[in-house]
């Protein structure tokens, strides 16, 4: 029984939040309504290492005109320069999910689209997918985003604490990276995949200005604020450094 009251505490606070943070106050409600709120669809591709070539020009010829056609709006695709070096990475923006189930409904009985898939399935090793909504007060990603490099960051925070991290971001977390330089996209909350995870899309010019802005941050006090909060909250952090792939220049 005590393990069945902690569960329903953890569902009602989650839903506690999710509900707080997409309706808002009733007053700014009634004075500015808030749009919906945009669905971005992530996909990891695992391309076979003697196909790479082969994969881009295929992307670039016949996917990415059939992927615009059919709606989505691409935030990004880049390859891995430090993590898995065969995986792309690819973000797209939808309205909502039924703007991505209307791109479906294109794409399905497309023979073009029959005609990508056929050529393009013995390329890969795998291709893992979820989707994200940015969080309230987030911050909107470009479509598409054209920094140099990008660090792409996972927080894994307990569902427990999902409502403290999130209070935290919003109201201190984000303004701190802001303030030091950092051009920051997110956070994406996980709308269909493993609901712990928050992700973070984070633009360079070059891998020096990185280094610049965290070795400055880690020396000023706001350093110190921002990562011992973090990690309290969310124990498990992965980041990848990305780069544009050729097609999308």
């Avoid at 971005?40 to 290492?49: F, M, N, T």
């Amino acid at each position: 029984m005590k393990l069945e009251r902690w569960i329903v505490t953890i569902c009602l606070t989650l839903i506690a939040s999710t509900v707080s943070s997409c309706v808002g106050s009733p007053e700014s409600e009634r004075s500015q309504p808030s749009a919906p709120p945009k669905i971005y669809g992530e996909w990891l591709i695992r391309v076979k290492p003697d196909k790479g070539a082969q994969y881009d020009q295929l992307i670039e010829e016949k996917g990415l005109p059939l992927f615009h056609a059919a709606g989505g709006r691409m935030v990004g695709w880049w390859k891995t320069l430090v993590g898995n070096l065969y995986e792309h990475v690819t973000i797209w923006e939808y309205d909502d999910m039924a703007g991505f189930e209307k791109a479906i409904q294109f794409l399905g009985p497309n023979e073009k689209f029959a005609e990508f898939v056929k050529l393009r399935d013995p390329l890969l090793d795998g291709e893992d997918s979820r989707f994200m909504a940015l969080s309230s007060s987030g911050s909107s990603p470009a479509l598409p985003e054209r920094a140099n490099f990008v660090i792409h960051e996972i927080h894994r925070v307990p569902l427990i604490r999902i409502p403290q991290y999130m209070s935290f971001m919003r109201s201190v977390g984000l303004d701190l990276l802001e303030k030091h330089g950092f051009d920051v996209a997110g956070p994406f909350e996980t709308a269909i995949g493993t609901w712990s995870e928050v992700t973070y899309i984070i633009g360079f010019r070059s891998l020096t200005e990185r280094d610049r802005l965290i070795r400055d941050f880690l020396a000023h006090e706001d350093g110190a604020i921002y990562v011992g909060r973090v990690r309290e909250l969310a124990p498990d952090i992965t980041t990848r450094l990305l780069y544009p792939a050729p097609f999308t220049k």
